[in-house]
């Protein structure tokens, strides 16, 4: 059969290059992809994300059995939903599931409705109000656009004046554009962070390892926060219990919830959840498969890919197995300058092979047909060894032999895991 995956990251990179690798898959169409896919035999297509009656014709063109979409953007807009009225099948949540991401509000209060843990917040579009609720509660302090802000609408304020400058940067300065119409100002919750991804159909739902991500921009969690600089799965000093009480307390109540409200959810959900004194608590969930975190889960993947999401679009069950020892780790590399503003065209180290995968997101071909940096986060070093120790040496290795002036990269990843 013949599949398309819609999006251009490394995300995409990920979920593509293993779909190509199941028995039953003979091609992948990314649309519109980046230029660094091309290496792994996956096929692009010029239409952008937006264009879904473009997207929808070239499925029915070339028969696409079904079509994976991995954006946010592409979700909130109701591509899904556009798919399936035209009468084909793509894997993700429809537009009113999808919301559990693109309206943060949304996401709180179905939590709250449904006894989901999460920390205690308030909506405003108000700047105002919004100021004197920051100045009573004091800071620390979270301040978040309620819509999408490309992974960059969330301010974990210091001080009380970092937050009401914050709030005011969305609310009046419409620093997010619409995203940022309204605000979400949350309590900040101390403890460690983790990452849950399920594969979902309804109320059914299978487990995948977890991950750590690494959302600021420097090392020791400093800088601004970005897409994420790097991940690794699993988290091996995770207790077995925070998992167990997650499953318990925060995926099966919101699932029911979604089913309950009329939104059954379908598709990759990603609860990014931090575990408190008083147990696991979201901080927020994604509607989609994470970025970087994709490119550390998929190559864990033991079973047949696209088998697994074939059988949930069917309503059957799918069988999901992973690679239980070991640990794979990530690093970004991304453009000096990210998550502001960077420089565009910085010729790419050569592609990796054996031990060391290369997932691409922000990459092009030039004049010469040279594979040039062409976003903020550009490529992903890979890698899956017996101990997380032994993951960061082998890709810190090869990052010192590369040439990556014009770009950076967090060198301590997956540090949490050695203390």
Do not use: C
Not at 137 to 164: M, N, Y
């Amino acid at each position: 059969m013949k599949l398309l995956v819609v999006g251009s990251g490394g995300r995409e990179h990920a979920i593509a290059k293993k779909l190509l690798e199941s028995k039953s898959v003979e091609k992948v169409f990314v649309a519109p992809g980046n230029s660094g896919m091309l290496a792994d035999g996956l096929e692009l297509v010029n239409i952008n994300i937006s264009e879904h009656s473009s997207l929808i014709a070239f499925a029915q063109k070339e028969e696409i059995a079904w079509t994976f979409v991995g954006p946010d953007d592409a979700l909130a807009a109701g591509l899904v939903d556009d798919f399936e009225a035209a009468g084909l099948l793509a894997f993700g949540p429809r537009k009113n599931a999808a919301e559990l991401e693109w309206s943060k509000d949304f996401a709180k209060s179905i939590m709250t409705k449904y006894g989901v843990p999460t920390a205690g917040y308030e909506t405003f579009s108000d700047f105002e109000a919004a100021k004197a609720y920051i100045e009573a509660k004091g800071a620390p302090i979270v301040v978040k656009a309620d819509g999408l802000a490309l992974g960059k609408g969330v301010v974990v304020a210091e001080t009380v004046e970092e937050a009401v400058a914050a709030a005011h940067d969305m609310l009046l300065d419409n620093k997010f554009g619409d995203s940022g119409a309204r605000v979400v100002i949350e309590e900040f919750l101390t403890g460690e962070e983790f990452s849950l991804f399920a594969f979902v159909n309804g109320e059914d739902f299978y487990l995948m390892p977890t991950a750590q991500d690494h959302k600021r921009a420097f090392d020791n969690d400093k800088g601004p926060n970005t897409g994420g600089m790097g991940a690794y799965a699993p988290v091996p000093h995770l207790p077995a219990s925070a998992v167990a009480r997650s499953v318990a307390e925060i995926i099966r109540p919101i699932l029911k919830g979604m089913v309950a409200e009329g939104r059954p959810y379908l598709g990759v959900l990603y609860a990014g959840l931090i575990l408190t004194a008083d147990g696991p608590k979201v901080i927020e969930f994604n509607a989609r498969f994470g970025d970087p975190e994709t490119q550390i889960i998929l190559p864990r993947l033991t079973s047949d890919f696209a088998a697994g999401i074939t059988d949930l679009l069917a309503g059957k069950v799918p069988t999901f197995t992973w690679l239980e020892r070991g640990v794979t780790l990530g690093v970004v590399v991304a453009s000096e300058g990210y998550p502001l503003n960077y420089e565009k065209g910085v010729r790419l180290p050569a592609k990796t092979s054996g031990e060391i995968e290369t997932y691409y997101a922000g990459a092009a071909l030039n004049a010469k047909q040279e594979l040039v940096s062409n976003g903020g986060r550009v490529y992903m070093l890979v890698t899956t060894q017996e101990t997380v120790s032994q993951a960061q040496k082998v890709i810190y290795q090869q990052l010192e032999q590369q040439n990556t002036t014009g770009m950076f990269y967090r060198t301590d990843i997956g540090n949490k895991a050695n203390k």
